[in-house]
């Protein structure tokens, strides 16, 4: 089964954790404010498969989680179109501006099955 976290600046992420479920995947969303830049940790302890980051600038989180678990990143994303081309060039943690919602789960976690298998 594939596993994805979530971790949004402002607390959120239940839309999008909506969508992953939809899609018949495991989702880890992580709780508080600051949740993005508990992405890398969280995802390395449950051994996920993607990490989703959500904040301003679309990067903070993201970027965190490369630069301690050397996980390939994206950032500054800010569309569904831009998460799955990143998927489809094998990156694990993206990095989006504030898009709480479950078409952007769903369809990123059809990518990522679609590209690895279920």
């Given at each position: 089964?594939?596993?994805?976290?979530?971790?949004?600046?402002?607390?959120?992420?239940?839309?999008i954790a909506k969508g992953i479920e939809a899609e018949g995947a495991e989702v880890i969303v992580i709780p508080g404010m600051a949740a993005d830049m508990k992405l890398g940790d969280t995802m390395y302890r449950e051994n996920a498969d993607l990490g989703l980051s959500f904040c301003g600038s679309g990067g903070?989180?993201?970027?965190?989680?490369?630069?301690?678990y050397k996980y390939t990143e994206r950032h500054s994303m800010r569309s569904v179109q831009e998460g799955i081309t990143a998927i489809n060039d094998g990156i694990k943690v993206l990095g989006f501006g504030f898009m709480d919602t479950e078409e952007l789960g769903r369809e990123l976690t059809k990518a990522y099955k679609k590209k690895y298998g279920a």
């Open positions: 089964m594939v596993k994805v976290v979530i971790g949004d600046r402002m607390g959120k992420g239940q839309n903070a989180g993201a970027l965190m989680a490369a630069n301690k």
